[in-house]
């Protein structure tokens, strides 16, 4: 239903009653005045019938009376019957017996008739209301015809007014706002009069006007926002084309995975390292493509999930391409702190570790350096004890025969002595292939001792002890390698001793548990100086030495953390100044050792 409708409905509500009060009122003025009217004729009719009654009721058959009675009896329609009554209430005379249509639609009037002060009798008059009824239904029939005469003209008049004053002009700005809402902001409606309507156009047109002005706001803001976004895009564009640039000349390989570890990229350095070309390797499992002993047995990408932090490995060796890598691994994880997958890098390291092999062979050779003022005087002993006999056998004519085999005996084994001690400084300095295997790293830290003590024992007073425990569970290093590390140690707690101390090896068959993994051991204390808190940061840079000129190089510790590392391992250090410091070489144990 639309306004017009309601707004009818309303006023038709409203103006019905007053309406039809309007008629009503003189309806019932009417209706009252038809009633006294036929009250009055009826006793006028009785009054008459009273004073015929006092003439004619002593006269013989009441003639004047009864012909009086039928003549107002078939004269008026309305009179039912006329009765005149004896004093004992007998019928003296009756005319007429008519019954009105409804019973209720008649009255009675009953005078009493007297002559002077004697009374006669009694004048019973029924009355017929029909008459009246009938003509008060004529005028209530007209009366509705003209209410609904003039409730029909009155609407039409406020429908033509109301649709000339309020719908016409709203129409108008229905179709102006529909034009507006198309786009269309030059439409404008006419104010006219200074009524509400006239207000509500003039709003409408101010309405319209800052619409205008929006609009043009709004399509210079856009104008704005599309140069900024064609700008921002055209940024992105050379970030993504640098960025992409950028990963492809990387010398490291990259690649990136889902969260299912299927990959999702690889740069140009990935395929020349893998192996495998980035169209061949997208979807495919990351451990299909970068194939490697760590991949299979300690998967970076699962240790990085579970530490939530990144996670490398210094020293791998490609399987597929035989390329030894530096391999790191990261989370990609959302705004959310959901993981969508990871990346990982990973750099050849052949240079690196050909490098890394000279500066081992020049830390071994600068080691042997160290230890050859000890071992020469360790060698005096067994080639004084050569000297000696063999100058006794050339000195005696005649030796015996058990001379000769006692001097014979002291020069062999005193020979064999030298031998031993040459052949270890040979064999610590003689540069041999990498070689790692599961080994038990007892007899390794025994030869190394073995080889540094004799150097430092000519020196100063030291108090050696050695503890290394049975059963040791197995590593997998290399030998060469680690005595390395062992001598550097050794010789480094020896010379932050210089007026003596205890040296202790400790080596313990307890596992060492390190971020889910397992580590032996092997920890090297002395009582010396100890180390400034201050040098620390820098202990294990290379050529980074708080000795005299000469007495070092600097790499020993450098080269032997490198090599604990490359091992999967760890170099610790524990000091105190003024107590001494403890080494300790953590390494990882080789599968079921």
């Known amino acids: 239903m639309n306004i017009h409708l309601k707004i009818m409905s309303v006023l038709g509500i409203v103006f019905l009653p007053v309406i039809v009060a309007t008629g009503y009122l003189p309806l019932q003025n009417e209706r009252s005045f038809l009633l006294s009217q036929a009250k009055r004729r009826a006793g006028d009719l009785v009054r008459s019938l009273d004073l015929m009654a006092q003439v004619s009721l002593d006269k013989p058959g009441f003639d004047p009376l009864r012909t009086f009675m039928e003549r107002t009896f078939y004269e008026d329609q309305d009179v039912l019957s006329i009765r005149i009554l004896g004093l004992r209430q007998e019928v003296v005379t009756q005319v007429g017996s008519r019954q009105p249509p409804v019973s209720v639609d008649r009255f009675t009037t009953i005078r009493s008739i007297f002559r002077g002060r004697d009374p006669l009798g009694t004048i019973e008059l029924s009355y017929s209301l029909t008459g009246a009824k009938l003509s008060l239904d004529r005028i209530t029939t007209v009366v509705a015809l003209s209410v609904i005469d003039a409730f029909l ?57 800052a619409l205008a002005r929006s609009r043009a706001e709004i399509v210079e803001i856009n104008r704005q926002l599309e140069d900024r976004v064609n700008l921002r895009t055209a940024q992105l564009e050379e970030q993504k084309a640098r960025t992409e640039a950028i990963i492809a000349s990387m010398a490291d390989g990259l690649i990136t995975f889902d969260a299912d570890r299927r990959l999702t990229g690889m740069n140009a350095a990935g395929e020349r390292l893998t192996g495998v070309a980035a169209r061949e390797a997208i979807g495919k499992p990351c451990w299909e493509v970068v194939r490697s002993a760590v991949c299979e047995h300690r998967c970076l990408h699962a240790r990085v999930k579970e530490s939530r932090s990144p996670v490398t490995e210094p020293d791998v060796l490609l399987e597929g391409t035989r390329v030894p890598i530096a391999f790191s691994s990261a989370l990609l994880s959302g705004a959310d702190g959901q993981v969508l997958g990871g990346v990982e890098t990973f750099r050849d390291i052949t240079e690196t570790k050909n490098l890394f092999a000279q500066i081992r062979r020049a830390d071994r050779l600068s080691t042997v350096g160290t230890l050859a003022a000890g071992i020469a005087h360790e060698l005096n002993n067994p080639i004084g004890n050569i000297s000696t006999f063999t100058q006794l056998l050339r000195e005696r004519e005649n030796p015996t025969p058990e001379f000769l085999q006692r001097g014979l005996s002291t020069i062999s084994g005193e020979t064999e002595r030298a031998g031993r001690i040459i052949r270890g400084l040979l064999d610590f300095s003689r540069q041999t292939p990498a070689n790692r295997v599961r080994i038990n790293i007892a007899p390794i830290v025994e030869e190394s001792l073995k080889i540094v003590t004799p150097a430092f024992l000519s020196k100063s007073s030291y108090e050696i002890a050695s503890r290394i425990d049975d059963d040791l569970p197995l590593v997998l290093c290399d030998g060469s390698q680690m005595t390395q590390v062992f001598i550097n140690l050794i010789t480094n707690a020896f010379q932050a001793m210089p007026r003596g101390g205890r040296l202790d090896v400790l080596v313990s068959r307890d596992r060492v548990e390190r971020d889910g993994r397992s580590f032996l051991a092997i920890r090297v204390q002395d ?31 450098s080269v032997s953390y490198g090599i604990v590392q490359e091992h999967g391992g760890s170099l610790e250090v524990e000091t105190r100044v003024g107590s001494g410091s403890t080494f300790t070489v953590l390494l990882p144990l080789a599968t079921g050792g």
């Open 153 to 209: 003209c009155l609407g039409f008049v406020l429908h033509l007014a109301f649709k000339w004053i309020v719908t016409l002009p709203l129409r108008k700005l229905t179709r102006l706002s529909e034009r507006i809402a198309a786009g269309d902001l030059s439409q404008t409606v006419e104010e006219g009069a200074r009524d509400e309507l006239g207000t509500l156009a003039r709003s409408f047109n101010r309405m319209t006007e």
């Open 527 to 557: 009582t010396g100086e100890g180390i400034p808190e201050e040098n620390l940061p820098r202990l294990f840079d290379p050529f980074f030495t708080t000795k005299q000129v000469g007495a070092g190089t600097g790499l020993g510790l």
